[in-house]
């Protein structure tokens, strides 16, 4: 007779498998998971269709969600790790389970492992209702999966911190709510920045917002990883029952490596357009320069606790001056050297409490100054810009032409271009232009005749141009009288390359509104109407493959005129925008006044829709641009806050100086920020909204009432 003995660790081994799958069978067969399960899909449901009104806002952004999911996660996952050993406590089997030959950490690791199964059910739980939101917009997939491995990682902390808590004797109430009170206390430390000055970094590595909102971004930092797998392992060795003298050491070991990489800035890039990852481009735009830049960042410390976008700027400015060996980077706070003063002088900006986030650039003796920076993902291209118009200003020199009529109102655009990293010069000597890489037409409708044929030769020649042009005037002064501009000799220029600017007022059911008022005296009444001569133009709109309108939400039109395209040989067309398919054309007398504007519909001399507003010419080396409009980059974009006006001019001078250039960093920040237009009402998000919001958490109770009849019946 042969006998086979185990090893004391293979018997330990099978012991421990035994008690995984009893405890993965007990949280099966619990109610209180089910409940979590129900809870999480009715309040994630809840949230976003009704209490965010994710739809009716429209827009493509999900991190608002990702932060309520972190409050739900701190609320529901406590329950799962701190119920478990007091209420084996009650029914003996605590003691039951540490007569067995097996350690603590064992016993806790199997409940935690049972634990984490419910966590990865709650993760897929938040992906299907996520995975078809994200067609409905220009969403970044990398920052979805990057928010979620965030949220795995964050439950495994509250897990552990929660089985710590519990293996004390205390109730399952109490073990709960001191859960809940240190995580409040690590989420909440951003709100006392200022009481604790000299341990910001200290309270920065103990923030969980500040290591979340890296995830947040599609970004996985190294920082953040040991942060919270440090965690874990600081609150496994305080419950895992190890000596003292081996436990004090394995925790200094573990503060000591989560200290160490707090400073690291190695990451993983999850963003499809890879937003934080310094771009060959800027290698090559400052290849062979003699002398060294130096780049200074000048930020206040407690900003670094406020938010994590100042860490995340320092991060990326140590990328870029790793990848260039002429940069020197320094890092101040201005109050501790005493300079807040002199830098002001300089340009900089602070906010309301006088904090500083700004980037001054020397290189020789020329100095550039960013006044203030906020977000991380725009480091790269306003260094780049910045840096050309230092070493390379030729490359970012436009040439501005202006009718003079009209010149305050655009005296917005040239902070904005300075602000851009561009060299503006205003009306230049018409000939020659050798040293300006673009030409920026404004109310080419007024230029001369003698512009006009500098602006020919100049294309003819391969020159570039953004130009600004309006057929129907509207005098505002003159409660919105309008009338058509006489032919000018910029409209025959561009008859010739078969565009024709229409002399017909394009009108749009999706536009702006216009602030009027009606009455007299104390019965006057100050409202907002939907004003068609305003039409606006949404994603689905622009030319989706073009550099110049791959990443606007939207444009605002001010009485514009459509554009309309004749084939000519050597010269092709490409339409960057149009209206929407709601929009009409209606002739002289133009619609201007507010109330009669929606019904001229009925007048219109054409009613098909989708008329082109923006088109690009390209005749050999030359290139021209052309808005039907001459007021959406004037003083009308303040007033409406048509902000995303700015940045497609931004963009055209940008692809016109080079467009292999900076404009390709630009657009891996920049994205369409809205949702597609009539979401809300699209079939998919209405059954989204009966599933996730009534059958799913039907399902779910109905698998509790399911499970307490099963177990009556087993009683019985």
């Given at each position: 007779m042969v006998r086979c003995y185990l090893s004391p660790t293979k018997i330990e081994m099978r012991q421990f498998h035994a008690l995984c799958k009893k405890e993965l069978l007990v949280k099966f067969r619990s109610s209180l998971p089910l409940w979590g399960m129900g809870f999480l899909q009715l309040g994630m449901s809840a949230w976003l269709f009704w209490i965010y009104g994710f739809f009716q806002r429209g827009l493509a952004d999900l991190e608002p969600f990702f932060r309520m999911l972190t409050t739900a996660f701190t609320l529901l996952l406590p329950l799962y790790a701190t119920w478990d050993v007091p209420e084996?406590?009650?029914?003996?089997?605590?003691?039951?389970?540490?007569?067995?030959?097996?350690?603590?950490?064992?016993?806790?690791?199997?409940?935690?492992?049972?634990?984490?199964?419910?966590?990865s059910i709650h993760l897929f739980q938040i992906g299907s209702l996520l995975v078809p939101i994200l067609s409905f917009g220009d969403f970044d997939r990398g920052m979805g999966i990057g928010a979620l491995v965030g949220l795995g990682f964050y439950g495994a902390l509250i897990l552990s911190v929660g089985q710590w808590v519990s293996i004390g004797k205390k109730g399952a109430l109490l073990s709960y709510l001191i859960t809940i009170g240190i995580l409040s206390s690590l989420l909440l430390l951003p709100f006392g920045a200022g009481k604790f000055p000299h341990i910001l970094h200290f309270l920065r590595i103990l923030s969980i917002p500040h290591h979340l909102d890296g995830f947040f971004r599609g970004m996985i930092l190294v920082k953040d990883l040991g942060f919270f797998?440090?965690?874990?392992?600081?609150?496994?060795?305080?419950?895992?029952?190890?000596?003292?003298?081996?436990?004090?050491?394995?925790?200094?070991?573990?503060?000591?490596?989560?200290?160490?990489?707090?400073?690291?800035?190695?990451?993983?890039?999850?963003?499809?357009?890879?937003?934080?990852?310094?771009?060959?481009?800027?290698?090559?735009?400052?290849?062979?320069?003699?002398?060294?830049?130096?780049?200074?960042?000048?930020?206040?410390?407690?900003?670094?606790?406020?938010?994590?976008?100042?860490?995340?700027?320092?991060?990326?400015?140590?990328?870029?001056?790793?990848?260039i060996d002429t940069i020197d980077l320094r890092i101040e706070d201005p109050s501790r050297t005493g300079i807040a003063r002199q830098l002001v002088l300089t340009g900089l900006k602070t906010d309301a409490r006088?904090?500083?986030?700004?980037?001054?650039?020397?290189?020789?003796?020329?100095?550039?100054?960013i006044p203030w920076i906020a977000e991380a993902g725009n480091v790269e291209y306003l260094l780049t810009t910045h840096l050309l118009r230092l070493v390379a200003p030729s490359r970012r020199t436009i040439g501005i032409l202006q009718g003079d009529s009209f010149e305050s109102e655009s005296e917005g655009l040239y902070p904005l271009l300075q602000a851009t990293g561009?060299?503006?010069?205003?009306?230049?000597?018409?000939?020659?232009?050798p040293s300006v890489s673009t030409l920026l037409v404004l109310h080419g409708e007024t230029l001369s005749q003698?512009?006009?044929?500098?602006?020919?030769?100049?294309?003819?020649?391969?020159?570039?141009?953004?130009?600004?042009?309006?057929?129907?005037?509207?005098?505002?002064?003159?409660?919105?009288?309008?009338?058509?501009?006489?032919?000018?000799?910029?409209?025959?220029?561009?008859?010739?390359?078969?565009?024709?600017?229409?002399?017909?007022?394009?009108?749009?059911?999706?536009?702006?509104?216009?602030?009027?008022?009606?009455?007299?005296?104390?019965?006057?009444?100050?409202?907002?109407?939907?004003?068609?001569?305003?039409?606006?133009?949404?994603?689905?709109g622009f030319d989706r493959e073009h550099p110049i309108t791959l990443g606007l939400s939207t444009f605002d039109l001010f009485w514009a005129s459509p554009l309309v395209i004749r084939p000519v040989p050597g010269v092709r067309a490409t339409i960057l925008a149009r209206t929407g398919l709601e929009s009409w054309l209606v002739g002289d007398p133009f619609p201007t006044d507010p109330?009669?504007?929606?019904?001229?519909?009925?007048?219109?001399?054409?009613?098909?829709?989708?008329?082109?507003?923006?088109?690009?010419?390209?005749?050999?080396?030359?290139?021209?641009?052309?808005?039907?409009?001459?007021?959406?980059?004037?003083?009308?974009?303040?007033?409406?806050?048509?902000?995303?006006?700015?940045?497609?001019?931004?963009?055209?001078?940008?692809?016109?100086?080079?467009?292999?250039?900076?404009?390709?960093?630009?657009?891996?920040?920049?994205?369409?920020?809205?949702?597609?237009?009539?979401?809300?009402?699209?079939?998919?998000?209405?059954?989204?909204?009966?599933?996730?919001?009534?059958?799913?958490?039907?399902?779910?109770?109905?698998?509790?009432?399911?499970?307490?009849?099963?177990?009556?019946?087993?009683?019985?």
């Open positions: 084996e406590r009650k029914s003996f089997h605590w003691d039951l389970l540490r007569s067995f030959p097996l350690s603590t950490f064992r016993i806790l690791l199997a409940k935690f492992l049972a634990n984490t199964a419910w966590l797998l440090g965690g874990v392992a600081f609150f496994w060795i305080l419950s895992s029952g190890l000596r003292r003298i081996h436990t004090i050491p394995s925790l200094l070991l573990v503060i000591l490596i989560v200290w160490g990489v707090s400073s690291l800035p190695w990451g993983l890039d999850l963003t499809q357009r890879k937003t934080y990852t310094i771009s060959p481009l800027s290698r090559r735009a400052l290849e062979g320069l003699e002398g060294k830049i130096r780049i200074s960042y000048y930020v206040s410390d407690p900003l670094f606790l406020r938010s994590a976008q100042p860490e995340r700027i320092v991060e990326r400015l140590q990328a870029y001056a790793a990848g006088g904090f500083f986030s700004g980037i001054t650039l020397e290189y020789k003796d020329e100095m550039e100054v561009f060299v503006s010069v205003r009306n230049p000597e018409l000939v020659p232009l003698k512009e006009t044929e500098v602006l020919r030769q100049y294309i003819e020649r391969g020159g570039k141009a953004l130009v600004f042009v309006d057929r129907v005037k509207v005098d505002r002064g003159q409660n919105l009288k309008a009338s058509l501009y006489p032919s000018a000799g910029i409209h025959d220029l561009l008859q010739e390359m078969g565009l024709t600017v229409s002399p017909t007022l394009v009108l749009d059911r999706s536009s702006l509104s216009l602030p009027v008022q009606r009455g007299e005296g104390t019965e006057t009444e100050r409202f907002y109407l939907p004003y068609p001569p305003w039409p606006r133009v949404r994603g689905d109330f009669a504007a929606p019904s001229s519909i009925l007048r219109g001399v054409d009613r098909k829709g989708s008329y082109p507003v923006i088109v690009l010419l390209e005749t050999g080396t030359g290139k021209l641009i052309v808005v039907g409009d001459s007021q959406c980059v004037g003083d009308l974009v303040d007033s409406t806050k048509s902000y995303e006006n700015f940045s497609f001019l931004v963009n055209a001078l940008e692809w016109l100086a080079d467009p292999a250039g900076p404009l390709e960093i630009r657009n891996r920040f920049l994205r369409d920020s809205l949702l597609e237009a009539g979401v809300e009402k699209n079939p998919v998000v209405q059954i989204l909204y009966r599933v996730h919001l009534f059958l799913l958490p039907g399902l779910i109770l109905g698998g509790i009432v399911g499970q307490r009849i099963r177990k009556k019946r087993g009683s019985g």
